[in-house]
């Protein structure tokens, strides 16, 4: 017996809608590592990069390491020197100083767009959020302390939905993150709390302007406190 052919499927098949499922490329794997190890200090600042090491211990060519390190260096977390030598960038106070202005007040701006919008899950996760940033700083924990805080102001962000902000703090938030991590201190994270306790409060009454101020205070009295700093190594 011949089986008709079933037209629906080849028509299907043959508009390639479904494609293969594309893998991060090794340059992208190796950035993504690269800065993640570079923010939470395990490269330490000036820390020497060798491209043939690195590629070594990666296990591919030198070709996406160089790349990876190209792109770091374009976002300020990697530096050239003379006579082809590579290393982490220092920490530097002023760079940070101007890297906090700029963060204020785009989440401040982030904060006007999302105010009017946000839903009784949004609110949910910005009080988890800051419960779990306090959990994290009584514990100790550094780097989970800034995943929580970045998950309380990523609230803002997501329901804002504004894409040029978040290209914006691309370059400089992990200029600041490095210097929290160098810096940590359990009395300024007790108070980042506090801040955003308030700024959950104001959100419930829909208070917008003073949800605007409190998210820019809360970004520069961060700034004004680690930036008073000495200068780190």
Known sequence: MVMKTNMRYIGFMEKDIIK??????????????????????????????????????????????REALKRLEDEGLVESLPGSSTRVAPLKLEEAKNAFTVVAVLHALAARLACPLLKEMDLEELEFS?????????????????EADTAFHNVFLDVAGNPEILFALERSIPKIQRLEISQFITQKGLY???????????????????????VEENWLSLGEILTQQTEPR
């Open 20 to 65: 293969p499922i594309k893998r991060l490329s090794f340059r992208d794997e190796v950035y993504q590592t690269l800065k993640k190890s570079i923010i939470n200090l395990e490269l330490q600042p000036e820390e020497r990069l060798n491209d043939k090491e690195l590629a070594e211990r990666f296990g591919i060519s030198r070709t996406p390491v």
């Open 192 to 214: 980042s709390v506090e801040q955003h306790n308030q700024i959950i409060s104001a959100c419930k009454n829909k208070e917008c302007e003073i949800v605007v101020r409190l």
């Open 130 to 146: 800051n419960k779990a940033l306090l959990l994290s700083i009584e514990k100790g924990d550094v780097i989970k302390a800034i």
